[in-house]
């Protein structure tokens, strides 16, 4: 997908913000069965056709407003992800001004997931 200029400075101004991970990080995590908060920012049509094991689903559009009743603690381990790496960047960088102090981006995201191989659900 060929994203839009002025989105990617946006993006690359939060990446500048933010920490950041890869999905074979993510996998040994999960795989660890570490405790951490795994969320999956993109649209309803794209949770609905996949997601990680794990994850529950915030949609980018609403996860300021819901957040604090999600995960309440500010201090909680989350990790979001989206397609990419960009929204879930985006995210990651507005939690952060909300106060939430452990949260990482998965970079490569769900694209990144599927193409390593990695295990899948889906309803």
Not at 4 to 17: C, H, I, N, Q, S
Request: aromatic share 8%; proline share 3%; glycine share 10%.
């Amino acid at each position: 997908m060929k994203h839009a200029p002025e989105f990617l400075r946006l993006v690359d101004d939060a990446k500048g913000r933010i920490r950041q991970t890869g999905v074979q990080e993510i996998k040994k995590r999960l795989d660890a069965r570490e405790t951490f908060t795994l969320i999956d920012v993109r649209e309803d049509n794209e949770w609905a056709k996949g997601r990680l094991p794990t994850a529950i689903h915030i949609g980018r559009g609403v996860i300021e407003r819901d957040i604090e009743n999600a995960v309440p603690e500010k201090a909680t381990n989350i990790v979001l992800y989206c397609g990419g790496g960009f929204r879930s960047a985006l995210a990651a960088d507005n939690l952060q001004k909300m106060g939430y102090t452990n949260v990482v981006s998965m970079d490569g995201g769900w694209r990144g997931w599927t193409e390593a191989g990695f295990p899948t659900v889906e309803d």
